[in-house]
């Protein structure tokens, strides 16, 4: 069986290395030139997670994680509002978590999805139909396959090609994240994940293993337009946050070392059309606001190739696939639409009751309360043995 993979970002490599475990042949193409470098930190954990350990992949993404202590909240004089310890959080929802760069995961799954990205090649064409998909690329040539997976992102042009424009839905706001260099910011945020204490908008800061800071940002706006050149909004927006906000945006690099983007999220009424499947942040991008999106591409990736070695037939097996998968997908975007005033108040009142709430998660049981009703369980079983392990009981 042949299998095209479009986009080698998380979902996709995941999608290559499961596929090339079940000895499908995979051509794994991606637009961009190369490995992206741009990105920010996630809390990776919940049903991903497990997928990554079962593949093996535990020691290697502990050693790229990130060391965070504490999540904090500042004001715009320097001083400590709030914050909770990790090891709250992780109790709270009951399982493993690690803080790491979306490039270093990416990193982890290149160096052990056993298929070479052909970068510098996105999608032009399919020819989609019930026996077979020809995928035609950027520069001319075709390929005939089984399946294609389009795993290219919020913004998948195979999602466009294959089931037309519609699906995105903004939830109003925008985020940003860049790397630079400060030694005096890197020793005031320490080994812990800091966080302007603001309203409407937000910036945070970690410490990298190399000695830089990497921030991210997110804000309110009712604007659709993604700028060529996302500096100027960076610096009027964030620009009077005080604390060491300034530092970050006299600092801010190139343009096109910036990422920026809406935070929005994907809805389809159906991912699959004939030998056609959208997987990941193409398919189901659950925002930042809801968490997981990295846990979720990989665990849907893990459920897909157990569908296709479990099920007789291609059409089956996605059938099954989405029947298995949606219900789990559709509550985390619920969960992250609802989490939205938590994760960045809107007014001050709204600020206050987060302080007095992180408070509170320090009490025992209270952080599993927050934890469960912000991102939901992280050990529900939605993925079994047979999913983890390519269709072969653990």
Sequence with gaps: MKAVVVGAGITGLATAARLRELDWDVTLVEKAPGPRAQGYMIDFFGPGYEAARRAGLEPRLTEL??????????????????????ESFKEGIDGDLLSIMRPDLELALRETA????????GIAGIDNGPDGVTATFTDGSRVEADLLVGADGIHSRTRELVFGTGFIRPLGLHTAAF????????????????????????????????????????????????PADPRPTLRETYGDLGWIVPRALAALPAAEEIYYDLVAQVEMP???RDRVVVLGDAAYAV????????????????????????????????????????????ERQRRGRQGAEWFLPPSRGRLFARRMAIKAMAIPGINRMFSTALVGKSHEPVLGAADLTGGKAA
């Design 179 to 226: 790397i630079f260099d400060d030694p005096q910011v890197r020793e005031t945020v320490g080994p812990r994940f800091a966080l302007t204490d603001s309203v409407d908008r937000e910036m945070g800061f970690y410490g990298l293993r190399d000695g830089r800071v990497a921030v991210f940002t997110v804000h309110r706006t009712d604007s659709l337009d993604i």
């Design 114 to 121: 056993g298929v070479e990205p052909r970068y510098g090649l």
């Design 65 to 86: 994680a990130g060391n965070v202590e504490e999540v904090a909240y500042f004001d715009r004089a320097g001083r400590r509002r709030a914050g909770i310890a990790y």
């Design 270 to 272: 159906s991912w699959h």
């Design 287 to 330: 925002s930042l606001l809801a968490g997981q999106g990295a846990s979720l591409g990989i665990a849907g990736a893990h459920l897909l190739a157990g569908a296709l070695r479990a099920e007789p037939t291609v059409a089956g097996a996605l059938t099954e696939f989405e029947r298995r998968w949606m219900p789990v997908v559709t």
